[in-house]
């Protein structure tokens, strides 16, 4: 058992936090935000996220898990410090590390000598190195730095942080390696130890890989729907080359999140200055970009004009089983429905309401008196529905399908017509 503190109850704190203390940590999460954190106290989770709720609980009520904004009580007694603050994005795409800055720069003074400190925090390579010396103009102390990247999916974080791939610890400090390897020593994942930049590349590099199979797949799935191949086939068959695999090979109206869209860019930008210009992750941003307008364009050439369109729009959390809505194709499409004219109404089982048009978390409301339906999210409740939902519910039955929830089988001897990505469309039987 080990003193821990975690610094910033975000999405990537709140679920380190609570997952170290579950582990049987003492864990002081710390956050500047009062109102959170009376929340967390008084047991409430900022965020959606399936499982955490009832993690913290029962972390609260062993007393392994505390939350507090004074930092200097919750720094003193702490033998790893966890920093796990937002790196939003500048102007220019970089990370915005101000806040680690400060984090760092409002702790030195309260730490013990060879107290760990532990970057989770998503950053640029050369960061560790920054820290130390930020660290280092303001304390004498001895202390170490270690860069441990977190490889964390919204939606399913709880699993990831328990039975992740991997577990990267970026230090030259064998001892400290070695103190992180026995926090973690409950887990079953595999160790990688690595010198710090390494391990801040790792996680950059992973996204970006990531964020590239997604836009490969939208670029086959393109030249799919042009030739009229069918791209759910063809991703099976690629997948099952073990070299690709068939993770990430779902097109769709492309990735969002805080995390892709984002750490992308500071990428981008971290090559740029080292003088190589990525073009190949400038591109995948490009197709990513062209990718969320794929519904609409192909609604543009179905009805000519939009203007007056009743849309609903099922789905606008970035992915299912979170309610975040950053980046999310889903609120891009909101937009420029508004800008044509159209007069879009949303359906989410999670998020309740969002600044750009109504939200009903009847899907069978949203769904009567549109004109079409456009599928940004495939939450369950959307993939599951049943087409006679649309048929029955609709003025005229037209489903614009972002996420190819249904198979083109589904649609055989049905009066729907369907438009989905990477596969001709489906007509529908006229009736009458
Ligand atoms: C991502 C990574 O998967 C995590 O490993 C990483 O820790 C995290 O970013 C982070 O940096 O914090 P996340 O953004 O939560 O996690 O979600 P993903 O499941 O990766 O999905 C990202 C986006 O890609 C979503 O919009 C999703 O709809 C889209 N996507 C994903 C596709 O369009 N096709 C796919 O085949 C897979």
């Known amino acids: 058992m080990r003193k821990i503190t975690v610094i910033g109850t975000g999405y990537v704190g709140l679920v380190t936090g609570t997952c170290l203390a579950n582990l049987g940590h003492e864990v002081t999460c710390v956050d500047i935000d009062e109102e959170r954190i009376d929340a967390l106290n008084d047991g409430h989770c900022p965020f959606h996220e399936p499982g955490l709720l009832s993690l913290i609980k029962s972390n609260l009520l062993e007393k392994r898990l505390r939350f507090t904004t004074i930092l200097k009580k919750a720094v003193h007694h702490a033998e790893a410090i966890f920093i796990a603050v937002g790196t939003p994005e500048n102007e220019d795409g970089s990370a915005d590390l101000s806040y680690v800055k400060s984090a760092v720069q409002n702790l030195s003074p309260y730490i013990n000598d060879g107290t760990l400190i532990i970057i989770k925090s998503t950053v640029p390579p050369g960061t560790n190195q920054k820290v130390r010396e930020w660290m280092q103009s303001d304390s004498g102390r001895t202390f170490h730095v270690v860069s441990n990247p977190e490889f964390l999916r919204e939606g399913s974080a709880l699993h990831d942080f328990f039975y992740g791939d991997r577990i990267v610890i970026g230090s030259t400090d064998n001892n400290a390696g070695r103190f992180l390897e026995d926090i973690y020593s409950k887990i079953n994942t595999p160790f990688l130890q690595t010198d710090p930049l390494s391990a801040e590349m790792i996680k950059y590099a992973s996204n970006a890989f990531l964020a590239t199979k997604i836009s490969f797949i939208n670029e086959i799935s393109s030249v799919c729907g042009d030739l009229g191949a069918d791209i759910e086939q063809v991703a099976q068959g690629m997948g099952m080359d073990s070299r690709i695999g068939e993770q990430f090979l779902r097109a769709g109206i492309g990735f969002g999140g805080s995390c892709f869209p984002k750490d992308t860019k500071a990428l981008v930008q971290v090559a740029q200055e080292t003088g190589h210009p990525f073009k190949l992750l400038s591109a995948v941003m490009d197709v990513n970009e062209r990718q969320k307008n794929l519904l609409i364009d192909k609604a543009l050439k179905r009805y000519g004009s939009l203007k007056g369109k009743h849309v609903a729009v099922l789905g606008l959390a970035f992915k299912p089983n979170t309610d975040d809505i950053r980046e999310s194709p889903g609120i891009s499409l909101i937009k420029r429905l508004q800008k044509l004219g159209s007069i879009p109404i949303a359906y989410d089982p999670v998020v309740k309401n969002i600044p750009y048009c109504a939200v009903n978390n009847s899907i069978h409301e949203v769904?009567?008196?549109?004109?079409?339906?456009?599928?940004?999210?495939?939450?369950?409740?959307?993939?599951?529905?049943?087409?006679?939902?649309?048929?029955?519910?609709?003025?005229?039955?037209?489903?614009?399908?972002?996420?190819?929830?249904?198979?083109?089988?589904?649609?055989?001897?049905r009066t729907i017509e369907y438009h989905s990505v990477g596969r001709q469309p489906y007509e529908g039987l006229i009736t009458n």
Request: charged share 30%.
């Open 367 to 413: 769904l009567s008196g549109a004109d079409f339906a456009m599928i940004c999210t495939e939450w369950p409740s959307i993939s599951d529905l049943p087409l006679d939902v649309y048929e029955n519910t609709m003025k005229e039955a037209v489903l614009f399908d972002g996420r190819n929830c249904y198979a083109r089988e589904d649609f055989e001897g």
